[in-house]
């Protein structure tokens, strides 16, 4: 349903909403924003349950520079949640920002899962076909993020610049589109690491399985995460990883690294949607001495990462989180 702020097409949004609600049982939202709170309006006149789920988009603060931009946010913060029937978060920091307008009880925390027969390692699998020609002598690192600015692939790409000075031996791929592409792009120039960085663009997450099977460690330097379904997948695969102490990532990743190697690059341990576009090196250093620890002696991480699959195995797939959630609803 595109939005449309028109005259016509604002009627034309409530119009389809108001037949297809009236056609369902329950009404089902993601993210408190504009069509949440149309659908908790128009679900409460047709007398149908509206459940929300929040994943950070419309609960996670953001910097709006248009004066009636923030008025309608926090409009539709306060509609959506306080006439949802019932509230689902993904992360503990997600529950604590909903639990800011409306009553713990009517929160669920309700994790992100992962395909736990598909996320599992297998040797078996050929090398991708764009990791043929990298260096032998090259370590792999691998992200599978949109390329926004939330997601952080422009903090790495200017961390590996750094990096590149002590050692070049490591060949980076960004599978994801989004619009920071351009500026990625110019940074990877920048930097002069046209030779060291591959954007492949967008791939069906069910073939991107070999990527990581043949990948040696996976970055997440994301400002806002939930308990995001890559890092998990990428656990499930065993994979060595660098986060950033943000939100979910600690959820997964454990206060004390446990799981993989959670570094601060952020002023804050708190989600948020407004990274800067630039780092110092200093601010940058944490970030590119976690990577350089790795090129020198992988091992710490690698264990991590076993650990990692085992704890995803046993608390992330979807069947135990089905199991799970059924179990608290009865």
């Known amino acids: 349903m595109p939005w449309r702020f028109t005259p016509g097409g604002l009627w034309r949004n409530i119009s389809t909403l108001w037949r297809l609600i009236g056609e369902v049982d329950v009404v089902h939202c993601t993210y408190s924003f504009r069509?949440?709170?149309?659908?908790?309006?128009?679900?409460?006149?047709?007398g149908k349950p509206m459940l929300l789920t929040q994943q950070g988009k419309g609960i996670v603060p953001e910097v709006h520079p248009k004066f009636h931009h923030a008025m309608l946010v926090k409009l539709c913060q306060h509609?959506?949640?306080?006439?949802?029937s019932h509230i689902t978060s993904t992360s503990d920091?997600?529950?604590?920002?909903?639990?800011?307008?409306?009553?713990?009880?009517?929160?669920?925390?309700?994790?992100?899962?992962?395909?736990?027969?598909?996320?599992?390692?297998?040797?078996?699998?050929p090398k991708p076909p764009e990791f043929q020609s990298i260096p032998a002598d090259s370590k792999i690192?691998?992200?599978?993020?949109?390329?926004v600015p939330k997601n952080g692939i422009h903090?790495?790409?200017?961390?590996?610049?750094?990096?590149?000075?002590?050692?070049?031996?490591?060949?980076?791929?960004?599978?994801?589109?989004?619009?920071?592409?351009?500026?990625i792009e110019e940074l990877i120039r920048e930097g002069g690491l046209e030779q060291h960085v591959t954007l492949l663009g967008s791939r069906e997450n069910d073939t991107?399985?070999?990527?990581?099977?043949?990948?040696?460690?996976?970055?997440?330097?994301?400002s806002a995460e939930a308990r995001s379904i890559t890092c998990i997948e990428a656990m499930g695969m065993g994979k060595p990883i660098i986060a950033s102490r943000?939100?979910?990532?600690?959820?997964?990743?454990?206060?004390?690294?446990?799981?993989?190697?959670?570094?601060?690059?952020?002023?804050?341990?708190?989600?948020?949607?407004?990274?800067?576009?630039?780092?110092?090196?200093?601010?940058?250093?944490?970030l590119v001495d976690a990577v350089l620890a790795f090129l020198r002696d992988p091992?710490?991480?690698?264990?991590?990462?076993?650990?990692?699959?085992?704890?995803?195995?046993?608390?992330?797939?979807?069947?135990?989180?089905?199991?799970?959630?059924?179990g608290c609803m009865r």
């Not at 790409?157 to 351009?182: C, D, M, W």
């Not at 991107?208 to 994301?222: A, G």
């Not at 989600?271 to 780092?279: A, S, V």
């Not at 710490?300 to 199991?323: H, I, M, S």
């Open 35 to 46: 069509i949440a709170a149309l659908c908790a309006v128009l679900g409460r006149m047709r």
């Open 79 to 84: 509609v959506s949640m306080r006439l949802a």
């Open 93 to 125: 920091e997600i529950t604590d920002l909903t639990a800011a307008f409306v009553p713990r009880s009517k929160i669920t925390l309700v994790s992100n899962g992962y395909d736990a027969v598909l996320f599992n390692p297998d040797s078996s699998l």
């Open 141 to 147: 690192i691998l992200s599978v993020r949109r390329l």
């Open 155 to 183: 903090m790495f790409v200017q961390a590996l610049a750094i990096v590149k000075q002590s050692n070049p031996h490591f060949h980076y791929v960004a599978i994801g589109e989004g619009r920071a592409r351009t500026f």
């Open 208 to 222: 991107v399985k070999p990527y990581y099977q043949h990948t040696d460690l996976v970055v997440m330097p994301s």
């Open 246 to 286: 943000v939100g979910g990532l600690i959820d997964l990743l454990g206060k004390d690294s446990t799981y993989g190697e959670l570094v601060r690059i952020y002023d804050t341990e708190a989600c948020t949607y407004d990274p800067p576009q630039r780092l110092s090196p200093e601010r940058l250093q944490p």
């Open 299 to 326: 091992k710490p991480l690698q264990e991590k990462g076993k650990l990692a699959r085992e704890f995803a195995q046993k608390n992330y797939g979807w069947t135990v989180l089905r199991d799970s959630t059924w």
